[in-house]
T-cell receptor, first 115, second 114 residues
Framework: AQTVTQSQPEMSVQEAETVTLSCTYD???????LFWYKQPPSRQMILVIR??????QNATENRFSVNFQKAAKSFSLKISDSQLGDTAMYFC????????????FGKGTKLSVIP | DAGVIQSPRHEVTEMGQEVTLRCKPI?????LFWYRQTMMRGLELLIY????????DSGMPEDRFSAKMPNASFSTLKIQPSEPRDSAVYFC????????????FGPGTRLTVL
């Protein structure tokens, strides 16, 4: 069974600074997908960024980027120029390829952006 | 598109009462998921439907929980009888069908059982 570990229960960052959230996962598969979801106080789960395991290039979405290290099974999220609206819980998630449906989530990291 | 719609947003009920949570997935999505989120256990998959058929209900806690999807645009999650330990946020999510595709989440229903 796959597992996803987020070792930082809480983090804080000053507004406009950069912060990196860690995620590691365990799998024996070669084809899979990784996601970062954001859950602000409104509770809505919002997809931030996605990475396909077969792609070597790290995914980027505006101020959000990932450092995907397949051999190390590491998938960290970097938020640049942090904004107050980035304050939220961030969940790392894993899903196998080839028609899978089971999305495995980490326990989450609570990020606070300080003005 | 309005996204995944869930109702009610909040539900407070007394132990022993029946609770029904509702979900309307995004039109055209053929996969639907019910999740439960608690502080202790995080996000747990309760049940997965594909093309309106329940494929995996191994996450349903016990017989008090049941879920249906009578058509492609509607699903319910029912708890009968409810217990205080069922208090949680329940999310419905839908997906177009591929593993790589995003699961779109609804706003969730916060259930409190007194």
């Amino acid at each position: 069974a796959q597992t996803v570990t987020q070792s930082q229960p809480e983090m804080s960052v000053q507004e406009a600074e950069t912060v990196t959230l860690s995620c590691t996962y365990d799998t024996s598969e070669n084809n899979y997908y990784l996601f970062w979801y954001k859950q602000p106080p409104s509770r809505q789960m919002i997809l931030v960024i996605r990475q396909e395991a077969y792609k070597q290039q790290n995914a980027t979405e505006n101020r959000f980027s990932v450092n995907f290290q397949k051999a190390a099974k590491s998938f960290s999220l970097k938020i640049s120029d942090s904004q107050l609206g980035d304050t939220a819980m961030y969940f790392c998630a894993f899903i196998s390829g080839a028609g899978s449906y089971q999305l495995t989530f980490g326990k989450g990291t609570k990020l606070s952006v300080i003005p | 598109d309005a996204g995944v719609i869930q109702s009610p947003r909040h539900e407070v009920t007394e132990m022993g009462q029946e609770v029904t949570l509702r979900c309307k997935p995004i039109s055209g999505h053929n996969s639907l998921f019910w999740y439960r989120q608690t502080m202790m256990r995080g996000l747990e998959l309760l049940i997965y439907f594909n093309n309106n058929v329940p494929i995996d209900d191994s996450g349903m806690p016990e017989d008090r929980f049941s879920a249906k999807m009578p058509n492609a645009s509607f699903s319910t999650l029912k708890i009968q009888p409810s217990e205080p330990r069922d208090s949680a946020v329940y999310f419905c999510a839908s997906r177009s069908g591929l593993s790589r595709d995003e699961q779109f989440f609804g706003p969730g229903t916060r259930l409190t059982v007194l």
